[in-house]
C-alpha cells in the first residue's frame, strides 16, 4: 500500500466521473494514467443475476484489503432508464469492507453497452492503477450469456454458480462457461450445492480432456477452436507439465465460508500467468481491445449526428448506405470498403514513435 495515495478520494472520483463521462480534461488524466505504467491486478467477477457476486466482491475486498493491499472495487451495474447512471444496488452490500480506509468503491454504467461492462473501464483501470491501487475488483452487469467481455479485461476471470436458480449451469453454457479461470459455486451451504458442482467439473472434464488427446505418431493433433482458445490461456495439458486447469471451489459468501481459500486460488492463477508470460498477454490484449472500442467509436461519430429532441443518433450517411443496399444498389461489404476510404483507414498507419 506504499504507492497509494487517498488524500483526497473527491479528486480520484472527480477524474472517474471525467474519464467515464469524456468531459474536461480526461484525455490528459487518461495519458497521465497510462504514462506511469502501474498496472494493477484486475480480478473479475461474472456470473448469472442472483449468484450473490456483490456478496463475493465485498468478501474478497475485506479479506485483501485487511491485508494491506490498495483495493478498488468496480461495480458495472445496469443504466438507469431516467438519467442514463448506475442504479448503484450493489453499494448496499459492500458492509464488510466500506469501512477500511484502502478499499475504494466505484459502481459504473452500463450505459446499454453489450459485454457485461462499461466502455471506458479499461481507462478508469489505468486511472486506478496510477493512483497506486494494487488489486481492483471487476463486477460485471451478470448479464449471463453475453457477460463475457470481461475475460479480456482482467487477469483472473472468477465465474460464479449457485444452486437453485433452475438449471443454474444451463445458463452460464453458451457463454462464459468459456471464459473462466477459476470457477466459485456460491451458497454452498444450500441444498444442490453438490449437484451444481458436479455438473461444473463434468463440462470442464469434458473441455479439458482433449487437451491431452494423441494423434498417431508424425500426424498433427486435431482441435477445435474452442480447445485451442483453452491452450492460449491455459496451457496444454498434453504438452506442458504445469498448465492450468480451472479449479472449482465451493464457497458462502455471506458467512464468510471459502473466501480465504478462493483469494489464495486467484492468487495462485496470477502467478501463474506471471511465470508463463500470459500476464503481459492479458494486459495487451485489454489495451489492444480498447483501441479497436475507441476506434470503432470515432468512426461512427463521423456520421452520425443527433436528431433533435428524440434522442437518436441517426447516421446521416449510414442511412444513405442503408437504403442503397435495401433497394439492391449496394452491399454491406462495398459499404464499409467506400466508408474506411473516406475517412482514409485504407492507407497505411502511423505506428507510435
Avoid at 2 to 29: F, K, M
Avoid at 225 to 237: F, K, N, T, W
Avoid at 335 to 343: D, F, K, N, R, Y
Amino acid at each position: 500500500m506504499d504507492g497509494l495515495d487517498l488524500t483526497n478520494l473527491r479528486t480520484l472520483s472527480r477524474a472517474i466521473s471525467q474519464v467515464e463521462n469524456r468531459t474536461g480534461d480526461y484525455q490528459e488524466l487518461v495519458q497521465n494514467a497510462y504514462a506511469k505504467g502501474n498496472w494493477a491486478t484486475v480480478v473479475g467477477i461474472t456470473g448469472p443475476p442472483g449468484a450473490g457476486k456483490s456478496t463475493l466482491v465485498d468478501a474478497l475486498a475485506a479479506l485483501w484489503g485487511n491485508e494491506g493491499s490498495g483495493i478498488a472495487v468496480l461495480a458495472i451495474d445496469p443504466s438507469s432508464p431516467f438519467s442514463g447512471g448506475a442504479v448503484l444496488g450493489d453499494r448496499i452490500r459492500m458492509d464488510r469492507s466500506e469501512h477500511l480506509p484502502n478499499v475504494y468503491f466505484r459502481s459504473l454504467s452500463a450505459r446499454g453497452h453489450i459485454g457485461g461492462l462499461n466502455e471506458a473501464t479499461c481507462d478508469i483501470i489505468a486511472l486506478l492503477g496510477g493512483f497506486g491501487f494494487e488489486r481492483i475488483l471487476l463486477e460485471t452487469v451478470g448479464a449471463g450469456q453475453s457477460d463475457i467481455e470481461v475475460a479480456g479485461m482482467a487477469d483472473c476471470t472468477v465465474v460464479v454458480a449457485v444452486p437453485g436458480l433452475g438449471d443454474s449451469v444451463q445458463a452460464l453454457k453458451a457463454g462464459i462457461m468459456e471464459i473462466g479461470d477459476v470457477y466459485a459455486v456460491n451458497k454452498s451451504d444450500l441444498a444442490g450445492a453438490d449437484t451444481t458442482r458436479q455438473q461444473l467439473e463434468g463440462m470442464i472434464g469434458v473441455a479439458y480432456a482433449s487437451q491431452g488427446d494423441s494423434s498417431p505418431q508424425g500426424s498433427p493433433r486435431s482441435l477445435t477452436p474452442g480447445v485451442e482458445a483453452l491452450i492460449r490461456r491455459h496451457g496444454d495439458a498434453g504438452v506442458e507439465p504445469l498448465a492450468w486447469r480451472p479449479p472449482i471451489l465451493a464457497v458462502s459468501a455471506d458467512k464468510d465460508q471459502g473466501t480465504t481459500e478462493l483469494g489464495a486460488v486467484i492468487d495462485d492463477f496470477i502467478d501463474w500467468c506471471r511465470q508463463s508470460g500470459r500476464l503481459r498477454r492479458k494486459q495487451t490484449l485489454r489495451v489492444r481491445d480498447q483501441l479497436q472500442r475507441l476506434i470503432t467509436q470515432r468512426v461512427l461519430q463521423l456520421y452520425c449526428h443527433d436528431d433533435g429532441d428524440s434522442g437518436d443518433a441517426v447516421p446521416t450517411v449510414l442511412a444513405s448506405w442503408v437504403e442503397a443496399i435495401i433497394s439492391g444498389n449496394a452491399n454491406p461489404g462495398e459499404a464499409v470498403e467506400a466508408i474506411l476510404a473516406e475517412v482514409g483507414t485504407t492507407q497505411p498507419l502511423r505506428s507510435p514513435r
